[in-house]
């Protein structure tokens, strides 16, 4: 089943606004990380975020952590039409001793110039 | 440097066919290897994901199965393919360590006629 789910599922935005994704998932997580998938490609990782971290910046992007709501953020700031793509976020749960990385369904994002 | 090798990248196979789709990483030991299902505009899927040589855990139900013949490689076989199983598959692999990120190969998209 999935643990992430991404709200919302589509998004279209200008050349310049800022886009907000959210992210909710159900199980207690050990880090939370979001991914950039360009049509018909693989995953690209954008960021992580700890389970103790409650925000965290990377160039344009800015991620949220709100253990208490079980939900995550993605923030990306003057947004350029290179930015359209789908983004997902991911949860790590724990196996015994191993990890396991489970995606939610991503959000389409659309920017248009 | 590491890096993750998934082909082939398209394929069209008839109905009742079987199939192999081959995923190899370089760079890196014992690393998690995940294979992915993703539908047309839908999320990611986990289907199978190995903790090591020979050990697979099946995430869902089907008509596919996996191997790990080889510490660096992952298998993704069917005896007969159904067009349910078309769709955009995705191997990856990580650390198997707490807060690391994933890495993806650039995905094969499987056409069942």
């Known amino acids: 089943s999935q643990q992430g789910e991404e709200d919302p599922q589509a998004l279209s935005i200008q050349e310049g606004e800022n886009a907000t994704m959210n992210c909710s998932y159900k199980?207690?997580?050990?880090?939370l990380q979001w991914y950039r998938q360009n049509s018909g490609r693989g995953l690209v990782h954008l960021i992580l975020?700890?389970?103790?971290?409650r925000e965290k910046h990377s160039g344009r992007l800015r991620v949220t952590l709100d253990t208490s709501k079980k939900s995550s953020s993605l923030l990306i700031t003057a947004s350029r039409a290179a930015d359209t793509a789908s983004y997902f976020c991911?949860?790590?749960?724990?196996?015994?001793?191993?990890?396991?990385?489970?995606f939610g369904k991503g959000t389409l994002l659309t920017v248009n110039p | 440097s590491q890096t993750i090798h998934q082909w082939p990248a398209t394929l069209v196979q008839p109905v009742g066919s079987p199939l192999s789709l081959e995923c190899t990483v370089e760079?890196?030991?014992?690393?998690?290897l995940y294979w992915y299902r993703q539908a047309a505009g839908r999320g990611l899927q986990l289907l199978f994901y190995?903790?090591?040589?020979?050990?697979i855990s099946s995430e869902v139900p089907q008509n596919l199965s996996a191997s790990r013949p080889q510490d660096r490689q992952f298998i993704l076989s069917s005896k007969k393919l159904l067009l349910s199983d078309s769709g955009f598959y995705l191997c990856?692999?990580?650390?198997?360590?707490?807060?690391?990120?994933?890495?993806f190969g650039q995905g094969t998209r499987l056409t069942v006629v």
């Open positions: 990856a692999w990580d650390r198997g360590l707490l807060n690391t990120e994933a890495f």
């Open positions: 199980t207690s997580i050990n880090n």
């Open positions: 975020i700890r389970s103790n971290e």
């Open positions: 991911a949860t790590v749960l724990r196996r015994g001793s191993n990890y396991k990385l489970t």
């Open positions: 760079g890196t030991s014992n690393p998690n």
């Open positions: 190995s903790v090591g040589i020979g050990q």
